[in-house]
């Protein structure tokens, strides 16, 4: 059968010009192999993306600490105590997933041992453990912010349950019930 034409026959079937194909057309997809140049190149856009979530991340995190200082921010106790809650575990598992990864992040490339694989593995290692930039020092960061986070809603929380609590006291004093 010449390749292309559509007929000839398959497992014992005969296929026209107009039948569906007897099997599936394969296909198959190439990823060309990323360069030390083009490495480097993308490496400066990489960082300053992260910088600019590590930075989005903070101010967040430092409008809630101004919030939950100047008594702005308010939730009820038990919504507070759920949140937390919530803020803590996804800490948790940040650090977790530090800790698993780190090792595993740190480990060079086995590109062989030319120049230029060895180029190439020291920059792929500096983007996943930098110190000033890679994704365990991401990681270290986002753990940070919800580390705070989860200390403003505990201030805050406990800035509530102390204001209810003297507003029971100030009710039983004055002769009235809470």
Not at 6 to 13: L, P, Q
Not at 26 to 53: C, F, G, R, Y
Not at 113 to 136: C, H, M, Q
Request: hydrophobic content about 40%.
């Amino acid at each position: 059968m010449a390749e292309g034409t559509g007929t000839g026959t398959t497992g014992g079937t005969t296929t026209g010009a107009g039948a569906p194909p007897v099997t599936p057309d394969v296909t198959t997809s190439v990823t060309a192999p990323i360069t030390a140049e083009q490495l480097a190149a993308a490496k400066p856009a990489l960082q300053q993306q992260m910088l600019v979530d590590k930075a989005g991340a903070s101010n967040a995190a430092a409008k809630l600490d101004e919030a939950a200082d100047s008594g702005k921010l308010t939730l009820d106790v038990d919504a507070a105590d759920a949140l937390i809650k919530a803020v803590d575990a996804a800490r948790d598992q940040v650090m977790d997933l530090w800790k698993r990864a780190t090792d595993q992040l740190a480990t060079p490339l086995q590109l062989g041992e030319n120049p230029v694989a060895k180029a190439i593995s020291a920059r792929f290692t500096d983007l996943a453990v930098g110190e000033d930039s890679g994704a365990a020092k991401a990681l270290l960061d986002l753990f940070k912010v919800l580390d705070d986070i989860g200390d403003a809603l505990r201030r805050s929380r406990d800035s509530i349950r102390d204001a209810d609590e003297d507003a029971e006291r100030s009710m039983k004093n004055a002769g009235g019930s809470w």
